[in-house]
């Protein structure tokens, strides 16, 4: 999970996969040590966390073909213009979440900032041979009417926000 903020994602979802390893990245410390600390305090052995920049880490770290889920909740907007570099989603990250999943395997995106959408869309579209968009499937730990369970969601649902969401599969 890139951006895992808190971790409550992975610490819903990974419970119910064992045989999945999940690696979560977090760039914030502040939000790192608390999803780290969650994690060791509850023991999932399948779960790791990892302070660094994610995109860096994909794109120099990474081997080809070595995830199967890439999950992208609730990025940060930049919502201003200048700092839109800043956004994970690019047409360079898109590329390198292509190499790293294995073939078949999914990009998936929540947001609940509607130029966020757009921009997401703009280059979903632009990057269109390189996946197949597919409806965006809730995980089972979601609990009833989230889409994804993380801290963010909640904090927004609150707030009356509306999400969107998609899966990219990568062709």
């Known amino acids: 999970e890139s951006g ?3 971790g409550t994602f992975l610490l819903q979802e990974a419970p119910s996969h064992p045989d999945v390893n999940y690696l979560g990245i977090e760039y914030a410390g502040e939000f790192y040590r608390y999803a780290a600390d969650r994690i060791r305090r509850t023991g999932i052995p399948n779960v790791q966390m990892l302070y660094a920049d994610a995109v860096e880490f994909v794109r120099l770290w990474l081997a080809d073909g070595c995830c199967s889920v890439v999950h992208l909740y609730f990025s940060d907007p930049w919502p201003k213009a200048r ?6 989603v690019q047409d360079a990250t898109l590329r ?3 190499r790293v999943l294995r073939p078949g395997g999914e990009l998936r995106l929540v947001t609940d ?3 966020l959408w757009a921009w997401y869309e703009e280059h979903v579209a632009r ?3 390189l996946f197949a968009r597919l409806d965006f499937a809730r995980p089972a730990s979601a609990a009833d009417g989230e889409v994804v369970g993380t801290n963010f969601e909640r904090k927004y649902r609150r ?3 509306p999400f969107r969401a998609v899966t990219l599969r990568r062709s």
Do not use: L
């Open 127 to 129: 990057n269109a041979r």
């Open 4 to 6: 895992s903020g808190k």
């Open 113 to 115: 900032h509607d130029d």
């Open 159 to 161: 707030e009356g926000r």
């Open 83 to 88: 700092h839109h570099k800043r956004r994970v």
């Open 96 to 98: 390198e979440f292509h």
